[in-house]
Antibody, heavy 122, light 107 residues
Framework: QITLEESGPTLVKPTQTLTVTCTFS??????????VGWIRQPPGKALEWLAL???????QYSPSLKSRLTITKDTSKNQVVLIMTNMDPMDIATYYC??????????????WGPGTLVTVSS | EIVLTQSPATLSSSPGERATLSCRAS??????LAWYQQKPGQAPRLLIY???NRATGIPARFGGSGSGTDFTLTISSLEPEDFAVYYC?????????FGQGTRLEIK
C-alpha cells in the first residue's frame, strides 16, 4: 500500500523559509523510475507543480520559483524535503507531495498525500 | 512553458448524462496528457494518463482521447460522485503544467 504524508509548519512569517517534509511508504526512491514531486494549490485556485526529485538524483524545478526552491531526498528515511525561501502571503496554499514516474516508466503523480495548508502572516 | 487551457470552466450536467471536458495545449504534448479529479478538501486523484490509460481502480465510464494539442475526457454516464473539479496535466516538457480546471456541477 502506497502512502504519502506532508508535514511542516502551518504558519510562517513573511520573508521566512518554509521547510515541508514528505514521508512515504510502499515504494522506494532507490527504485529505477521513481520520483517524488511537490505541487501546491492556493485556496480556491488551480494546481501548480513546484519541484521533483528522481531516484537517480535528478531534480527539476518550476522556472518561476527555481531561485527559491530546493528539493532533497533521504532514501534511508523515505523522505523528500522541499525548502522554499522568502515566503510571501502569495505563497499561501495547500502543499502536496505525490509519487511520480517518467513517461517511459509509468503514470505521473499517481499517489498523493492529503496536503498541508501553509499560511503566511506576520 | 506549455499552457493548458481547459473548457468549459464550468459544466452543468445531470446524473446519467454524458460529460465531455476539453484540454487544449499551447504546443504539442504528444500523448503525455493526464486527467485528475479533485473533490472539496481532498487531494487530486489520477484518472487517466498518457491520453487514454485509466489509472488503477478507475471505472470504465471515464475515458480519454486526443493527441498533440487537443484532448478530451469523457464520462459516459455521470454518477453523483463524479461532480467535482477536473484538471489536465502535461508531462511532455518541463515544467510539468496543469490546466486551470473544469468544475462539473449538478444541473
Amino acid at each position: 500500500q502506497i502512502t504519502l504524508e506532508e508535514s511542516g509548519p502551518t504558519l510562517v512569517k513573511p520573508t521566512q523559509t518554509l521547510t515541508v517534509t514528505c514521508t512515504f511508504s510502499g515504494f522506494s526512491l532507490t527504485t529505477s523510475g521513481v520520483g517524488v514531486g511537490w505541487i501546491r494549490q492556493p485556496p480556491g485556485k488551480a494546481l501548480e507543480w513546484l519541484a521533483l526529485v528522481y531516484w537517480n538524483g535528478e531534480v527539476q524545478y518550476s522556472p518561476s520559483l527555481k531561485s527559491r526552491l530546493t528539493i532533497t531526498k533521504d532514501t534511508s528515511k523515505n523522505q523528500v524535503v522541499l525548502i522554499m525561501t522568502n515566503m510571501d502571503p502569495m505563497d499561501i496554499a495547500t502543499y502536496y507531495c505525490a509519487r511520480h514516474t517518467p513517461s517511459n516508466y509509468g503514470a505521473p503523480l499517481d499517489y498523493w498525500g492529503p496536503g498541508t495548508l501553509v499560511t503566511v502572516s506576520s | 512553458e506549455i499552457v493548458l487551457t481547459q473548457s468549459p470552466a464550468t459544466l452543468s450536467s445531470s446524473p446519467g448524462e454524458r460529460a465531455t471536458l476539453s484540454c487544449r495545449a499551447s504546443q504539442s504534448v504528444g500523448s503525455y496528457l493526464a486527467w485528475y479529479q479533485q473533490k472539496p478538501g481532498q487531494a487530486p486523484r489520477l484518472l487517466i494518463y498518457d491520453t487514454s490509460n485509466r489509472a488503477t481502480g478507475i471505472p470504465a465510464r471515464f475515458g480519454g482521447s486526443g493527441s498533440g494539442t487537443d484532448f478530451t475526457l469523457t464520462i459516459s454516464s455521470l454518477e453523483p460522485e463524479d461532480f467535482a473539479v477536473y484538471y489536465c496535466l502535461q508531462r511532455n516538457n518541463w515544467p510539468i503544467t496543469f490546466g486551470q480546471g473544469t468544475r462539473l456541477e449538478i444541473k
